[in-house]
Structures are given as structure tokens and as C-alpha cells.
């Protein structure tokens, strides 16, 4: 019982850790909320983020991630289609008005939100590379015994987090400086992404 319980505390702080960093997934899912303001229409979202992480985390447990890091051609395709969708996000998140889109209760439709919320999180190198690497070599390092309790608190973590984060964006939706500026700020913090995945693309 022992094993079980440690492995599954090293999931738990382990993953937390990981999605903890405000990235360009979780920006889009608290964005997502914001712009909403109803968790029904937030829910394709953070289910999507979550269901994304969940199959990166099973992929990074079979040992996948060993052979993308390996692959040098896929790893630096996908970082340059990354650098590209995100500077187009961030284009579109700066010329949007949030608090507009806000009242007239404009919302993306359900295969939109899915899509948009599947490619931040494909589309996402530090996802693939780091989170798979790192969950990938601990899960190999734990008893078999105590592995899927270490797979279930990742997995765990990363749908409690989408939730809250969606429902923090929903409570951030009532304040009108917020919605007035989330649109800017969303738009730097995936143009900085999108400037750090470049520099990974050359270096």
C-alpha cells in the first residue's frame, strides 16, 4: 500500500507541476471561460484539453515519447507549425473585442471549440517533448506495482485543472477591465510562446 500511495502523491505533484506554467493551453481554456461566461459552453473545451493531456500522458507510459524525441525531422515540423498557429491565434485574440464578443453572447461552435482547443494542445511541443519525456521516465522508474496509480493522478490533475481553470475564466467573465485586456494579454503570451518555440526551431 505503501508504493501505491507514494506513487500516486509523485503523480499528483509531478503532473501539477507540469500545468502549472501558464501556456498557451491553458491561457486558451481560461480565455474560452472568459469569453463565455456559461460553463455549458465552456465544457467541449476543457474536455477536449483534458482528454488531449490524458492521451499524451498513456502515450508518454508506452514509451512514444522516446521515439518523437528521437525523430528530429517530427519534432522540428511540428515546432514550426506550432510557431505558425500561434502567432495566428495570437493575431486574432488581439483584434477580437472580448467584451463585445461578451455581450452579444457570440460564441464558437462546438466543432470549433474542439478543434481550436485539440490543436493548442497537439500543436504543443512542451506537451509532446517535456511532459512526456518527464512523465514518461518517472513512470519507468516507479515499482510496476504502484504505475497505475501513478497514471491516474496525472491523469487526474489535468482534468481537475481544465475544470477549474474554466470555471476561474466564468467568474473573471463578470469584471469588465478583464474582459477589456484578456484579449491583449492572451495575444503576447501566445506571441512569446510562439518566440520561444522559433528560437527552439534555430538554435
Not at 10 to 18: E, M, Y
Amino acid at each position: 500500500m505503501f508504493i501505491e500511495l507514494t506513487s500516486f502523491a509523485l503523480g499528483f505533484a509531478l503532473a501539477l507541476g507540469l500545468i502549472l506554467p501558464l501556456g498557451q493551453q491553458n491561457m486558451f481554456v481560461l480565455t474560452y471561460g472568459t469569453r463565455s461566461g456559461k460553463f455549458s459552453s465552456t465544457i467541449p473545451v476543457f474536455v477536449t484539453a483534458s482528454f488531449c493531456d490524458t492521451l499524451l500522458i498513456l502515450l508518454s507510459a508506452f514509451g512514444l515519447s522516446l521515439l518523437f524525441m528521437k525523430t528530429y525531422w517530427l519534432a522540428q515540423t511540428i515546432r514550426f507549425v506550432g510557431v505558425l498557429f500561434l502567432l495566428y491565434i495570437g493575431i486574432q485574440n488581439w483584434r477580437e473585442n472580448f467584451g463585445q464578443a461578451h455581450v452579444e453572447k457570440r460564441h464558437y461552435s462546438i466543432k470549433k471549440r474542439i478543434f481550436m482547443t485539440a490543436s493548442m494542445s497537439i500543436l504543443n511541443p512542451h506537451a509532446i517533448v517535456d511532459t512526456m519525456a518527464i512523465i514518461g521516465a518517472n513512470y519507468l522508474a516507479i515499482p510496476s506495482v504502484g504505475r497505475k496509480y501513478f497514471i491516474f493522478a496525472c491523469v487526474f490533475v489535468s482534468w481537475a485543472w481544465f475544470l477549474c481553470l474554466s470555471i476561474l475564466g466564468i467568474h473573471l467573465s463578470k469584471f469588465k477591465l478583464v474582459l477589456k485586456y484578456q484579449g491583449k494579454i492572451s495575444a503576447v503570451i501566445m506571441w512569446l510562446c510562439a518566440m520561444y518555440l522559433g528560437y527552439q526551431l534555430v538554435r
